[in-house]
Structure formats: structure tokens, C-alpha cells
Antibody, heavy 117, light 110 residues
Framework: EVQLVESGGVVVQPGGSLRLSCAAS????????MHWVRQAPGKGLEWVSL????????YYADSVKGRFTISRDNSKNSLYLQMNSLRAEDTALYYC??????????WGQGTLVTVSS | QSALTQPASVSGSPGQSITISCTGT?????????VSWYQQHPGKAPKLMIY???NRPSGVSNRFSGSKSGNTASLTISGLQAEDEADYYC??????????FGGGTKLTVL
């Protein structure tokens, strides 16, 4: 059974930093690209970032480019999102999602990031 | 990349059919057969319902179907059931090699 478990969400002050993690199991992690997708309270889904199976290619939404860094450790079956210079508008539930070739076939339950003073 | 356009809400009675549209551009919906649809119940993670425009994953009811014409994709749910009440999001691959979501549609089963 595929499982994606996010962690690391907390309350952080504007301008602060945070690292999210996603532990994957139930599939061959290093065969697949992975994504981060976020959802602000009461709002829709917003794609955040994508990393290729080997970490060699990364992509970001314009809203986080230059502030967020996606990475992965295939030896630990883990995905990460380093978030710097956090803003109030980054407040959201952050999901990791498995890529199945231009769509997301499995999602975690999300970890909540709140940016507030 | 601008979000795809979905109606904010749709509604239907049990047993009826409804269709949710998802409009993009030739750089996303119209340019690729890579449209997917997700169902999200309150407090839950999104669930894949349709991929590659019209394919259903194993375990998804055949009451759910997808199609595309030009820059607009559609999700049709036939034989509406109370459990179908949820938010629905479309997504498309784009010319930037990244995905984009629609704004979401709230389905109410009357």
C-alpha cells in the first residue's frame, strides 16, 4: 500500500524558515518524480514544486521561486521542501504527491504551515 | 501559469447527471491529453478520479467520466449520489513542463 506521510509543519514568524519532510513507502520511490502541492485555508489547490526521480531536475511555481527548495533522498525514501523567507500567504496545508506521468496518483494527508507573528 | 477556469459551484439531484467544465489555453488543456480530475471531501486529501482526459483509475466508479474539446475539459458524473458531494479540481500538464490546477468546483447534491 502506497503511503505518503508529511511532517514538519508548525507556526513560524514571517521571514522565517522551515523544512517539510515526506516519508514514502509502498512503492519504488526512486522510480518516480514527486510534487509538493499546497492548499491555503478555504482555498483551492496550488502546485508548488516538482522534482525528478533522481533529483536532477526541479521546477517551482513563480510564487515560491527563489525562496523554496525541493530535494529528495532516495536512500531514505524521503522528499523535502526547504522554505525560506516565509510570508503570510504561504500559510497552507502542504501535501506531497506522487507523480504518475502528468498526474498525481497518491497524496499524503498534508502538514499545516502557519506563518504568523 | 494562470489557473484553469472552473465554475465555482454546480448542483444536482440524486440520480441526475452533472458536468463540470475546466477551461484553459492551447498551452495546457488544449495542447496535451494530460487533464486529470480530483475529488476532495472536507478535511481529506484529494483523490484521483480521472487521468489523461478520460481514463479512470482502478476502483473509481464508472459513473465518473472525462472528455475534452479544444481548450475545455469536462468531468461528468452520472447517477448522482449523496457521497459525490465534494470539491472537484481539474489539473493539466503545461508547456512549462509543470502542472496547473483549476480553481475548484463545489458540487452540491440537493
Amino acid at each position: 500500500e502506497v503511503q505518503l506521510v508529511e511532517s514538519g509543519g508548525v507556526v513560524v514568524q514571517p521571514g522565517g524558515s522551515l523544512r517539510l519532510s515526506c516519508a514514502a513507502s509502498g512503492f519504488t520511490f526512486d522510480d518516480y518524480a514527486m510534487h509538493w502541492v499546497r492548499q491555503a485555508p478555504g482555498k483551492g489547490l496550488e502546485w508548488v514544486s516538482l522534482i525528478s526521480w533522481d533529483g536532477g531536475s526541479t521546477y517551482y511555481a513563480d510564487s515560491v521561486k527563489g525562496r523554496f527548495t525541493i530535494s529528495r533522498d532516495n536512500s531514505k525514501n524521503s522528499l523535502y521542501l526547504q522554505m525560506n523567507s516565509l510570508r503570510a500567504e504561504d500559510t497552507a496545508l502542504y501535501y506531497c504527491a506522487k507523480d504518475a506521468g502528468n498526474y498525481f496518483d497518491y497524496w499524503g494527508q498534508g502538514t499545516l504551515v502557519t506563518v504568523s507573528s | 501559469q494562470s489557473a484553469l477556469t472552473q465554475p465555482a459551484s454546480v448542483s444536482g439531484s440524486p440520480g441526475q447527471s452533472i458536468t463540470i467544465s475546466c477551461t484553459g489555453t492551447s498551452s495546457d488543456v488544449g495542447g496535451y491529453n494530460y487533464v486529470s480530475w480530483y475529488q476532495q471531501h472536507p478535511g481529506k486529501a484529494p483523490k484521483l478520479m480521472i487521468y489523461d482526459v478520460s481514463n479512470r483509475p482502478s476502483g473509481v466508479s464508472n459513473r465518473f467520466s472525462g472528455s475534452k474539446s479544444g481548450n475545455t475539459a469536462s468531468l461528468t458524473i452520472s447517477g448522482l449520489q449523496a457521497e459525490d458531494e465534494a470539491d472537484y479540481y481539474c489539473s493539466s500538464y503545461t508547456s512549462s513542463s509543470t502542472p496547473v490546477f483549476g480553481g475548484g468546483t463545489k458540487l452540491t447534491v440537493l
